[in-house]
């Protein structure tokens, strides 16, 4: 068992030196902390103007009590030190973490204390995540199986600004090192080792101990937001023992050299990592919380509902006027479908009053700071008119972009649309979208595209021409101009996985692959399903995730569908289409029990 660095053992049998078959570091991004003797970069930062850290020793202090002009030593042995052993001395001195001098203890001792304890606070905050929130498995699938038996590959997750981490992933990336647990050990006690990350699919990376070259017969998937994954370094400061795994212990004599020399120049974590993880997970939305929310049976009005449960972002609503708390609806607490209280009569939309007449005990109105606020726009000037034809993405099928009419100009920019040929007679399914909503196009965009456009229910000059109908309704198509044409730069492309919401069973988050992208329009299907399951999303839709976001946040993930589904989908969509329903909850896919 070895201490930090410095407990390597030199005793163990080699038939190799540590200078045998060594590879280059290749060169990784710059904003991660580079393992070398610079110490302003790999050490515990407090922020502070006016501190130093040792390049010799890495021990942090005020930096008017450091030796020399260039403050760049604790001590005069340290620079002594420096000078005579040169760089990797210093990398070795840093990584062993060694005490500092006597006089350099007496530098700023409290707070490095404090932050000692502070890092490993974060790191036992994690852990509790970990417990009170494990993931629900998914009996035999594995992401980490699933992309390297068919070499897919996973959307980044800097593609998802809403997820945890998405702002703040910054350049991990293929071989950046990391300190995991080692399980090629006979030990008792739990004990670690280094290793490099040889695969990024989502949050999960597939990790090699620092040793193996290019054997993969260990390579092992881990989530990087997990508790078990720390950045260099984390072992020595921690009091942690470092073990090479007992594959490879034979192959060098000297694994003080051997780790010198394979982590010059290479990249962790940032030492904040796990911080900037568990701020990541924090949800401003609390249960009990009120909010308005589309009415899945009528969708042209809203309703009260009350947050029952956060996981991830993701809220359980339950309907305010239900007894037994059956009557609920998942989504992000971004979505678009949720709204402050008193949003539906700010706007003019309606709105179904409960029967409750004053609020429960403990139920309060969620801030409206909380919600996602939309893009302002002019509707003074030219704009949205009541009449006016456009293509719609239909949110009771979302399969389809359909031929639609705005219905209702409400305040704010909002329109009530409807899809032509499929309207109920009192409008109760018109659907509420936003004018600088992602889901609403102009005329000939499906054309222009090659998208299917779906027509009207029941109209029977096919092939649909716009000109034509446009002429036959005596309509107009709503100005070009008026659309949202903003196309971010997202990072998707055709064929990624991720973890996506059936938004038609909205309480389900499903193994899913981007198959198709327009603009920012992204054609999710959900993996082992027929194409007509398809539902279009924008590419900052809240209800797309990274590989790996169910394990994170203990969301239950929905594996591919079995051989058994694939069957009876496809004798079921033999039989009939896929029917509309007045809520947003369909038919589609059944959870497992």
Known sequence: MFDGYDSCSEDTSSSSSSDESEEEVAPLPSSLPIIKNNGQVYTYPDGKSGMATCEMCGMVGVRDAFYSKTKRFCSVSCSRSYSSNSKKASILARLQGKPPTKKAKVLQKQPLVAKLAAYAQYQATLQNQAKTKAAVPVEGFSWGNYINSNSFTAAPVTCFKHAPMGTCWGDISEGVRVEVPNTDCSLPTKVFWIAGIVKLAGYNALLRYEGFENDSSLDFWCNVCGSDIHPVGWCATSGKPLVPPRTIQHKYTNWKAFLVKRLTGAKTLPPDFSQKVSESMQYPFKTSMRVEVVDKTHLCRTRVAVVECVIGGRLRLVNEESDDKTDDFWCHMYSPLIHHIGWSRSIGHRFKRSDITKKQDGHFDAPPHLFMKVKEVDAAGEFFKEGMKLEAIDPLNLSAICVATIRKVLADGYLM?????????????????????????????????????????????????????????????????????????????????????????????????????????????????????????????????????????????????????????????????????????????????
């Open 417 to 593: 649309i409807g899809i032509d040929g499929s309207e109920a007679a009192d409008g109760s399914d018109w659907f509420c979208y936003h004018a600088t909503s992602p889901s609403i196009f102009p005329v000939g965009f499906c054309e222009i595209n090659m998208i299917e456009l779906t027509p009207p229910r029941g109209y029977a000059k096919l092939p649909f021409k716009w000109f034509d109908y446009l002429r036959e309704t005596d309509s107009i198509a709503a100005p070009v101009k008026l659309f949202n044409k903003e196309v971010p730069n997202h990072g998707f492309h055709v064929g990624m996985k991720l973890e996506a919401v059936d938004l038609m069973e909205p309480r389900l988050v499903c193994v899913a692959t981007v198959t198709r992208i327009i603009h920012r329009l992204l054609r999710i299907h959900f993996d082992g399903w027929e194409d007509e399951y398809d539902q279009w999303v924008d590419c900052e839709s809240p209800d797309l995730y990274p590989v790996g976001w169910c394990q994170l946040t203990g969301y239950p993930l929905q594996p591919p569908a079995p051989q058994s589904s694939r069957d009876n989908q496809s004798s079921s969509s033999k039989q009939k289409k896929k029917a509309k329903s007045q809520q947003y909850k369909g038919h589609k896919k059944n959870q497992d029990s």
